[in-house]
């Protein structure tokens, strides 16, 4: 088992930035993928990154490219999601995901642990 507990959400103003901060227990935390997401009210969840178990490969949605940027610290088991530039359209619940094979993915069905999710949101 994967236990995640996100960190880091908050209000913010238009332009303004946060980072959120997901921390992991329960397995090896270095051999997997790992995801993050969101949802906004009435919406799906959606992609926002991911990073290959050794941070070498990232992955962003097009909304969020140039201005978030994802990273990863093994040795404290902890995923990064540093946000920059914040606008309105990134307010939403954002939950970290840690995949359960070595495949990296966009999809909510490529991650098989997830954490509580932490609010964003951002004043315009």
């Known amino acids: 088992q994967v236990q995640l507990v996100e960190s880091g959400g908050g209000l913010v103003q238009a332009g303004g930035s946060l980072r959120l901060s997901c921390t992991a227990s329960g397995r090896t935390f270095s051999s997997y993928p790992m995801g993050w997401f969101r949802q906004a009210p009435g919406k799906e969840r959606e992609f926002v990154a991911a990073?290959?178990?050794?941070?070498?490969?990232?992955y962003y949605a097009d909304s969020v490219k140039g201005r978030f940027t994802i990273s990863r610290d093994n040795a404290k088991k902890t995923v990064y999601l540093q946000m920059n530039s914040l606008k309105s359209e990134d307010t939403a619940v954002y939950y970290c995901a840690a995949a359960g094979t070595a495949v990296i993915g966009t999809t909510p069905y490529n991650y098989d642990y997830w954490g509580q999710g932490t609010q964003v949101t951002v004043s315009s």
């Open positions: 990073i290959s178990w050794s941070g070498g490969s990232t």
